[in-house]
Every structure is written in structure tokens, then in C-alpha cells.
């Protein structure tokens, strides 16, 4: 990553999380209200997430952990086991609230509070549960260059041009690539699963990694993405 672009993107972060916690301190209130009266369970859900951060090329990978903060979609048993359950596209233990919440990406909000502290950006790769970044790594090539220098973000390219669980649409420009990035080496089916979602997000983060590498490309495409979040957001759904 260029050092200006370092230098303005972390700005820009504390600048956009502190405006955006202002502005939004309505919606929080009335967002917490909804959640409790719902099932009465917490408000907030912290979740185990690592971001990847690696030096020059060649170096050993350095992950962190952090705890990243959303509004609770689901239910206070949803992973009563202990054991990561993966999220799925008709999830029974999402409340009514909680389907509301993620489809307008509502549920992202509190994320604004870990780009404050510095463990996120508002731009970026969407990270990933520590437990499952060996096995995405195995069946990705290039899987840990996708957070090169690069904290990971509430919103991003991925973001906006997927829906929330990281599908492309059948109406999607890329959607004729869907044989090469749906299980493509024919592993375990529950193993696939992760790995397709991750496969499509990917391609979306190497583009975004590329534009780190010059302020140009870097504001141009920060923008765009700040520009068409709103949009998502209003229609519940990624491009």
C-alpha cells in the first residue's frame, strides 16, 4: 500500500466513524429498542474475527484477532454448542428483527465503534472467523494476500456488488464465471460452501488491494463505494 494512501485512509476512517456514530445515534437507539423487544436477548453480539496483516512480500503472515461488534440477528442460542455454525441463506435462528437488520446491512453499524480503536477500516476485505481461515487458505490460492497491509472493512467492492451471504446474482455481469469459482476442485461439500462464497468475494478484493497502490485509483474507488453503499443498503441487496 502506498504511504499516502495509508495515511488518508486511516484519516478518512476516524473522520467517517465519527460522523457516522453522530449521525446515526437515532437509529442506534431505535435499532437497540427493536432488538430487545424482539426476544429480549442482548443487543449487541461480538464475534472472534482476524485480519491478516503482512509486510513485504515473502514475510510470515501476522494475524490478529479482535472482537468485531454487530447488532444480534440471532437468536441467543443460535451456536449453543460453542462450535461455529455457518450462516446459510434461510437461516432459521435469524429473528424477524435480525432479517431486517442484514438485509439492509443495519446489523453493521456497531462496526463503526472497531474502526475507531483501528482494528477495521470502513473500506475493506469483510474478515473472517479465526477457525476457519486454515482451511479457506488451503482451498484458495492466494488467499492471505487479500488483506496485504489492507485492514478489513464494514463496507467494500465485495460488499456492494454481492449479496449479504457473498453470492453473485444470476443477473450479474460475472455471473457466467460461476463454474469456475462453485467448487471448482471438488472438495467436501460443507468445505465448498465456505470456500465458494470466499472464491467470489476474492476477486472483488484483489481489485481493491490493486487500488491501494496509487491515491488516484485509491479516492476513485473509495468514493464509488461510498457513493452506491446508501444504495445497497435502501434495496437490501448487493448490484
Known amino acids: 500500500m502506498d504511504k499516502k494512501v495509508k495515511i488518508v485512509k486511516r484519516a478518512m476512517d476516524v473522520i467517517g466513524a ?3 456514530l453522530l449521525v446515526t445515534a437515532p437509529a442506534f437507539a431505535l435499532i437497540a429498542a427493536a432488538v430487545k423487544l424482539n426476544d429480549r436477548g442482548p443487543i449487541f453480539y461480538r464475534q472472534k474475527r482476524a485480519g491478516a496483516h503482512m509486510g513485504a512480500e515473502g ?7 479482535y472482537d468485531m461488534i454487530k447488532f444480534r440477528t440471532m437468536r441467543v442460542d443460535a451456536e449453543k454448542g460453542g462450535a461455529p455454525v455457518r450462516a446459510a441463506v434461510v437461516d432459521p435462528r435469524v429473528t424477524r428483527v435480525g432479517k431486517f437488520l442484514r438485509k439492509t446491512r443495519l446489523d453493521e453499524l456497531p ?7 483501528g482494528e477495521m477500516s470502513i473500506i475493506g476485505p469483510r474478515p473472517e472467523r479465526p477457525e476457519t481461515i486454515e482451511n479457506l487458505a488451503a482451498a484458495i490460492p492466494f488467499f492471505e494476500e487479500r488483506m496485504r497491509e489492507v485492514r478489513p472493512g464494514i463496507t467494500g467492492l465485495a460488499q456492494i456488488n454481492l449479496d449479504y451471504m457473498g453470492h453473485l446474482g444470476d443477473d450479474h455481469e460475472l455471473s457466467h464465471l460461476r463454474k469456475f469459482l462453485v467448487n471448482p476442485f471438488q472438495l467436501d461439500y460443507q468445505n465448498a460452501i465456505e470456500a465458494d462464497d470466499m472464491r467470489t468475494k476474492i476477486l ?3 481489485v481493491y488491494a490493486a487500488s491501494l497502490e496509487r491515491l488516484s485509483s485509491f479516492l476513485r ?3 464509488e463505494i461510498i457513493a452506491r453503499t446508501p444504495m445497497v443498503m435502501f434495496l437490501g441487496k448487493g448490484r
Open 111 to 117: 462496526q463503526l465503534l472497531n474502526v475507531l480503536k
Open 204 to 206: 472483488f478484493d484483489f
Open 221 to 223: 474507488t473509495d468514493l
Open 18 to 20: 465519527s460522523i457516522g
Open 59 to 65: 514475510d510470515a503472515v501476522q494475524v490478529y484477532t
